[in-house]
């Protein structure tokens, strides 16, 4: 197991981590993820979740944000993205 992943199961270390990287985003002036989404989103990028990881965590669309383009595998990913700039992967 990872560190960060034995830190998770202490009580209340989560919040404690959430709020951490929240003011480590804020000093570096990174939006708040609501509104980074909605920035990628409102200057036409494209927003979609991997396949693996929605069905490792028993996720649906609907537990994700509504400017979701799709929920793609790996080669869907590459295929609907060729020649374009791909930013995070």
């Known amino acids: 197991m990872h560190l960060p992943t034995l830190v998770g199961v202490i009580p209340g270390m989560s919040w404690l981590a959430t ?5 480590k985003m804020e000093k570096l002036d990174i939006p708040p993820i609501g509104e980074f989404v909605e920035l990628i989103h409102d200057s036409g990028g494209g927003i979609c ?4 990881s929605v069905e490792m965590f028993d996720l649906g669309e609907d537990d994700f944000v509504p400017q979701l383009d799709g929920i793609l595998t790996v ?12 930013i995070f992967t």
Do not use: N, P
């Not at 709020?19 to 003011?23: A, V």
């Not at 979740?49 to 693996?52: G, L, R």
């Not at 080669?75 to 791909?86: D, H, K, M, P």
């Open 19 to 23: 709020k951490m990287m929240g003011g």
């Open 49 to 52: 979740a991997c396949h693996a």
């Open 75 to 86: 080669g869907e990913f590459y295929e609907r993205s060729a020649g374009a700039q791909i």
